[in-house]
C-alpha cells in the first residue's frame, strides 16, 4: 500500500443497524487543530522546512547519556512478532470535539495530551494500544505522537515531511521506530537512529502530557480528541496487554516481555516514574512520591533540578535549577522566590519529561539519578 | 528414497489409507459430527487467540469495512496472522473479519476437525484390537502448536514467560511444525481404521 507524507485519505463504510435494519454512512471529516508546537529543546540542525519526504525527520544536536554503543542496541533488538507495519500507524487522523467523544473513551481512561499555543488534542491510550504512532499535522507542524505499550511511555516528536511507522522490533521492550524517507531506525525512549542514513542522530521532542480524559477536558475545554475512525479494524475497548481504568494485566503485574538491559530493585518494575534527560545526564522521579510531595529536588551531576507537581493533570514538570532557587508549594501553585506561578510556568528551565515503566527507564539509563 | 526405508515406510499405501479413511470420514453422519464441533471449536478458539473474536455485548450491531479492503487482505500484522478488512458486531459478539485469518485458522481446524474424527473412527471402527484414544491426543498437541503460534510472543506474557532470541525464533517455525505434525498425526491414524467396515447411517 503506497503512503503519502500527509497520509492516505481512506473513506470507511459502515453500515448500522439492528437485524433487519441496515444503513450506510460515511464516517465524518476530522477536526484539524492548529498553533505552533511550543515546548521543544535543543538546537536544529536538519530543518523540515521545504523537506523532502526522502530527507526523514528533523534531527537535533543533543547530548544524552548514552549507556549502550549502537551495535549493542542492535544486538538487543528482538521481533515483537509484527513485521514492520504489522502494528500500522494512524496516517490520517480524525478528530472529535469535546463533547462527543468516542463512545468507548470513560473519564478515566488515560489520553495523552498534546498543547501547542493554546490548541489542544488528546490520543486515548485505548486507540494507541492498537497503533503506537499518530502521524499527525497540528498548524503548520507535522508531528507524530507515540506510544509504546509494553514501556508505558508517550512522547512525541516532530517529523517533517516524513512519516514514522512501528518496526515490530523492540529494544528494552521499548517501541522502535522507523522513518519512511530513509528507513532509519529509532528506538522511542532514547530516541537516536540506530541504523539507516540518520545512524547516530537524534529526533527532536516535545511534551506530551499523560492524564485522563476527565482532567484534560477541564483544563482544555476546547480541546479535540483522536476518534476510532483510524482507516483500520481494530476491536477497540479492549486492550490486549490490560487495563488501566483500573490498572490490571501486564500494566499491574511484574512480567516483562523482555529481560531489561539493566535492571533494579529499588521501585517495582512497572513502577510509574518521571524521566528526564540531558546533558547533564538522566534522572527519574516516582510519580507516587510527587504526587504526595509535590515538590521534589534533587541533583544531576551537581546541578539541582526541581519536579513540581500539577494536581489538574495529574502529571509532574521538570525544571532545571542551577542556581537552586527555593521552589515552594502554595496550594496548586508554587512560590519562585516568593513569586507565584502555576505549576507548568516556573521561571525556570523546562526539561521534556515523560512516564514511564521503571524497568524500562533504568534499563536504558541505568546511570539515572532518582529523586524522591 | 532408501528402498529398505521405503518398504518400511509404503508412502503410496499410506497416501491411499488416507484417501480412504478420509472418505470414510466423510461418508458417515457421526464422524462428520465430530469433525465438524471439533472445526467449529477450534476455529472459534483460534480467532478469539489471535483477538478476531470476543464477546461484545455492549456495542450496537453493525457492519465496518475499511477502505480497498481487497488491497489489504493480504497486509500482515504478525508471522501468521493478516489485516482484519471488516468489523461484524452481531449485539453480542465481535468479530474482526480476516479473510486471512480465517482461511489459516479453518485450514488448522479442518486437520485438527480430520485427526480427531479419525481417532474416533479408529476407536470404533479399528483394524486392529488394541487401540485407544492416545492417537486422538496426538492431534492434540500440533493442534496447540500452530494455535498458539497466531498469538505471537503476547502469548507469553499470559505464561509469564520471558522472551529471548530463541525462543522468538521458534516461534516461527511453531505454525509450520504444527501443521506438519497434523499431517504425520492424519497418516498414523488413518492406518488404525478399517475402512472396508460397513458406513453408518
Given at each position: ?79 515483537g ?21 468516542p463512545a468507548n473513551l470513560d473519564g478515566g481512561d488515560p489520553v495523552f ?10 490520543y486515548p491510550q485505548y486507540i494507541l494500544v492498537w497503533h503506537e ?14 506510544y509504546c505499550p509494553l514501556t508505558g511511555t508517550a ?18 521492550s521499548n ?35 499523560w492524564t485522563t480524559w476527565d482532567r ?18 481494530r476491536d477497540y475497548g479492549s486492550d490486549p496487554y490490560g487495563e488501566y481504568n483500573p490498572p490490571s494485566g501486564y500494566y499491574d503485574n511484574e512480567r516483562t516481555l523482555f529481560?531489561p ?6 521501585f517495582p518494575r512497572k513502577e510509574v516514574v ?12 516516582p510519580k507516587d512520591?510527587?504526587r ?22 495529574d ?40 512516564d514511564a515503566m521503571w524497568f524500562a ?12 | ?47 478469539w487467540a489471535v483477538g478476531?473474536l470476543s464477546v461484545r455485548p455492549d456495542m ?34 465481535r ?56 498469538c505471537g510472543p503476547v502469548v507469553l506474557l499470559v505464561l509469564g514467560i520471558q522472551a ?38
Amino acid at each position: 500500500m503506497e503512503r503519502t507524507p500527509t497520509g492516505d485519505r481512506r473513506r470507511r463504510r459502515q453500515v448500522l443497524g439492528g437485524i433487519g435494519a441496515v444503513g450506510i454512512t460515511a464516517l465524518a471529516g476530522c477536526l484539524e487543530g492548529s498553533g505552533m508546537p511550543a515546548g521543544s529543546t535543543d538546537e536544529e540542525v536538519d530543518d523540515d522546512d521545504a523537506a523532502d519526504v526522502n530527507d526523514g525527520p528533523p534531527t537535533v544536536e543533543r547530548s544524552i547519556p548514552e549507556a549502550y554503543s549502537i551495535d549493542r542496541l542492535n544486538e538487543e533488538s528482538m521481533s515483537g512478532g509484527p513485521g514492520p507495519d504489522g502494528i500500522p500507524s494512524i496516517d490520517d487522523p480524525r478528530f472529535t470535539a469535546a463533547d462527543d467523544p468516542p463512545a468507548n473513551l470513560d473519564g478515566g481512561d488515560p489520553v495523552f495530551g498534546v498543547e501547542f499555543d493554546g490548541e489542544a488534542k488528546a490520543y486515548p491510550q485505548y486507540i494507541l494500544v492498537w497503533h503506537e504512532i499518530v502521524n499527525d499535522v497540528v498548524g503548520d507542524e507535522s508531528v507524530a505522537v507515540t506510544y509504546c505499550p509494553l514501556t508505558g511511555t508517550a512522547q512525541g516528536f516532530y517529523r517533517g515531511a516524513s512519516e514514522f511507522g512501528v518496526s515490530g522490533r523492540l529494544i528494552n521492550s521499548n517501541l522502535v521506530m522507523f522513518d519512511r524517507g530513509t528507513d532509519s531506525w529509532w528506538p522511542q525512549m532514547l530516541p537516536v537512529g540506530i541504523s539507516g542514513p540518520h545512524e547516530g542522530a537524534y529526533l527532536e521532542e516535545f511534551q506530551v502530557i499523560w492524564t485522563t480524559w476527565d482532567r484534560w477536558r477541564d483544563q482544555y475545554p476546547e480541546t479535540t480528541v483522536l476518534t476510532e475512525e483510524t482507516g483500520h479494524a481494530r476491536d477497540y475497548g479492549s486492550d490486549p496487554y490490560g487495563e488501566y481504568n483500573p490498572p490490571s494485566g501486564y500494566y499491574d503485574n511484574e512480567r516483562t516481555l523482555f529481560p531489561p538491559l539493566a535492571s533494579d530493585d529499588r521501585f517495582p518494575r512497572k513502577e510509574v516514574v518521571i524521566g528526564a534527560r540531558n546533558a547533564d545526564g538522566a534522572m527519574a522521579v516516582p510519580k507516587d512520591a510527587l504526587r504526595e510531595r509535590t515538590v521534589i529536588e534533587g541533583t544531576v551531576d551537581g546541578t539541582p533540578y526541581a519536579t513540581v507537581y500539577d494536581e489538574a493533570l495529574d502529571t509532574g514538570y521538570v525544571y532545571r535549577n542551577p542556581d537552586d532557587t527555593s521552589v515552594e508549594p502554595d496550594g496548586d501553585t508554587f512560590l519562585v522566590d516568593g513569586e507565584t506561578h502555576a505549576p507548568d510556568a516556573l521561571p525556570l528551565d523546562r526539561e521534556i519529561g515523560f512516564d514511564a515503566m521503571w524497568f524500562a527507564w533504568y534499563g536504558y539509563y541505568p546511570s539515572t539519578e532518582v529523586h524522591e | 528414497m532408501d528402498t529398505r526405508l521405503a518398504g518400511k515406510l509404503r508412502p503410496r499405501s499410506r497416501i491411499a489409507e488416507t484417501a480412504a479413511a478420509t472418505r470414510l470420514v466423510l461418508r458417515r453422519n457421526d464422524s462428520v459430527a465430530v469433525a465438524g464441533l471439533v472445526l467449529v471449536g477450534y476455529l472459534t478458539a483460534f480467532l478469539w487467540a489471535v483477538g478476531d473474536l470476543s464477546v461484545r455485548p455492549d456495542m450496537p450491531a453493525g457492519l465496518l469495512i475499511v477502505d480497498d479492503p481487497l488491497w489489504r487482505v493480504f497486509d500482515r500484522t504478525g508471522p501468521a496472522t493478516f489485516e482484519a478488512i471488516a468489523i461484524v458486531d452481531t449485539g453480542v459478539a465481535r468479530l474482526l473479519f480476516s479473510p486471512g485469518n480465517l482461511l489459516l485458522g479453518g485450514f488448522v481446524a479442518g486437520l485438527v476437525g480430520l485427526n480427531l474424527a479419525m481417532s474416533y473412527l479408529a476407536v470404533v471402527q479399528p483394524a486392529a484390537c488394541g487401540l485407544g484414544t492416545g492417537s486422538g491426543l496426538l492431534a492434540s498437541m500440533p493442534a496447540l502448536l500452530a494455535g498458539t503460534v497466531c498469538c505471537g510472543p503476547v502469548v507469553l506474557l499470559v505464561l509469564g514467560i520471558q522472551a529471548s532470541g530463541l525462543l522468538l525464533t521458534m516461534f516461527t517455525w511453531l505454525l509450520p511444525l504444527g501443521i506438519g505434525l497434523l499431517f504425520v498425526s492424519l497418516i498414523y491414524v488413518a492406518g488404525k481404521i478399517d475402512v472396508s467396515g460397513s458406513a453408518h447411517g
